[in-house]
């Protein structure tokens, strides 16, 4: 451990970093499958692909905030 450093800042400032690599990831995650591979908006394909793609994101989405609510409370 570096000299100076007190651990307490060491474990927020990892708990931060972490929070946000994860809410990015996410978010990447599900711009290139809506924007990429065209599963956000609806063009010449039936409206269960958008749904499901919808529906999928918001349960991670719920997922995921759960995950950080509880990491943020310990």
């Given at each position: 451990?570096?000299?100076?450093?007190?651990?307490?800042?060491?474990?927020?400032?990892?708990?931060?970093?972490?929070?946000?690599?994860?809410?990015?990831?996410?978010?990447?995650?599900?711009?290139?499958?809506?924007?990429?591979?065209?599963?956000?908006?609806?063009?010449?394909?039936p409206l269960l692909y958008?749904?499901?793609?919808?529906?999928?994101?918001?349960?991670?989405?719920?997922?995921?905030?759960?995950?950080?609510?509880?990491?943020?409370?310990?």
């Amino acid at each position: 451990m570096e000299s100076g450093w007190d651990p307490d800042v060491k474990k927020f400032l990892l708990k931060v970093l972490n929070s946000i690599s994860i809410v990015l990831l996410w978010m990447i995650a599900f711009a290139t499958a809506g924007i990429y591979f065209e599963l956000g908006h609806i063009k010449d394909r039936p409206l269960l692909y958008p749904a499901i793609f919808y529906t999928v994101m918001a349960v991670t989405l719920f997922l995921l905030m759960r995950h950080l609510y509880k990491v943020w409370n310990k």
